[in-house]
């Protein structure tokens, strides 16, 4: 069901006890607000953070998470690890991982498959380099992540998918894709998506925006009517900007 969403990701930020004063610090400032709130602690504070959001409206999300059921793989997490910690919902593929840990669209469907199998929902993530936007490939680019990635998919799948669209240009650098470019491209998931499958499945897939979203910009890209939310880097460490960001809706 499509619904507005903030997601946090906090990367490879916050310690156990930072995140426990993060968590902390957001319930007692979180208003009642329309959107979902999740936040994406790193590994090692999931276990607490989701003890820590029970009985509240905030959802705690990994980062990542290996494809397999288990095995041979050092340092990697399962879904079924994932979930034991009480975690239902993963992002992948971000840029960062597809960037520093060569995560391809073959490995991400695997990462999807995975997810999707253990009943769990996944964010995906991705989004055109500089040059493909410089050289008007954005589209083209943006079309074969999603349909390598997510194609393979059953219609009856998409309600457990989130999109985020993430220009890679724009992810920490403080340059924002502005208001009418996030909503052209959210336009042009949803129809891509709606040519694959149908209209009525891609009006209620919820598509987030990335990339330097902060309180200051967050108002007018969430008012878009192909953006449902937004994933948010940076600005989701400091608790001020998250809720800022979250009450923009
Ligand atoms: C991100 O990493 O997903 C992101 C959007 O980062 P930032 O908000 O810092 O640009």
Redesign the pocket.
Known sequence: MRKQIVAG?W?MNNDYVDSELFVSKLLKELKHSKAEVIIAPPFTSLLASSNSVKGSRVIVAAQNMHFAENGAYTGEISAAMLQSVGVKTVILG???RRAYFNETDALLAKKVDTALAHNMRAIF?FGEELEDRKSGNEETIVEGQIKNALFHLPASAWEHIVL?Y?PVW?????E?ASPQQAQDMHAFIRQTIANQYSADLAAEVSILY?????PANAKEIFSKTDVDG???????LDVEQFTAIINAF
Do not use: D, F
């Open positions: 990701n990367k971000h840029s960062e993530c985020a993430e724009a992810i920490g650098t403080g924002t990335g990339g330097s979203v902060k937004g994933l948010i880097g940076g600005a989701a």
